[in-house]
């Protein structure tokens, strides 16, 4: 009796324990800001408003995985991501590789919520003014947060989603006399489309 209660579990709990994975294709907009300038004592006087950037949009694009069991997911992605900041007297540049790594869960038909951290690595960060100059970053690698919310459509995928950052990522200018940093690592929204090949 115990092996056909055993049996009979077990059949019933395939359809609820099936495997399922996909791969694919992914890109899109991003509309963010990296985070204020510390010191710039200097130009105060000439440029009061830039010690907070304006948000402006970017792009980005990768490969994404996605595994599943039932109505949970996990999906991991990589993804070049370009972001610009406008500090009024100049433009700060960044480019990163994004490394998120979502658990999600499908709540009704072909929406799902998703949320993990998300790994950056800047490759680029620049100002785009003769005058001044930035440094490499403090930390090439940090861990910031992603969450949101995407919809299924057969192949095709929607998603948006917020990134922020859990602590600040120094970029220091180069020279001592500019005597000024910027925190690199965004906060920005991200929507996206994928195709799942």
């Not at 985070?35 to 694009?61: L, M, N």
């Not at 951290?117 to 940090?142: L, R």
Request: glycine share 12%.
């Amino acid at each position: 009796m115990k092996k056909v209660l055993i049996i009979m579990l077990c059949l019933a709990s395939t359809g609820l324990w099936a495997q399922s994975s996909e791969f694919g294709i992914k890109g899109g907009l991003n509309y963010g800001s990296t985070g204020d300038i510390d010191g710039f004592q200097d130009a105060v006087d000439d440029f009061p408003d830039i010690t907070e950037g304006e948000a402006k949009a970017g792009y980005h694009f990768g490969i994404f995985a996605k595994f599943g069991i039932s109505s949970v997911f996990i999906q991991p992605e990589l993804v070049y991501t370009k972001l610009t900041t406008d500090y009024g007297a100049f433009d700060y540049n960044l480019d990163k590789i994004d490394l998120p790594v979502l658990l999600g869960i499908d709540i009704l038909g072909p929406l799902n919520i998703k949320a993990g951290p998300s790994f950056q690595y800047i490759t680029n960060n620049e100002i785009d003014n003769g005058t001044f100059e930035i440094n490499d970053v403090e930390n090439d690698i940090t861990v910031g947060y992603q969450l949101g919310a995407g919809l299924n459509l057969g192949n095709l995928g929607i998603d948006v989603r917020y990134e922020g950052a859990f602590t600040d990522n120094t970029a220091f200018s180069d020279t001592a006399s500019d005597n000024f940093s910027i925190d690199s690592r965004p906060s920005q929204w991200i929507l996206s489309l994928s195709l799942a090949l």
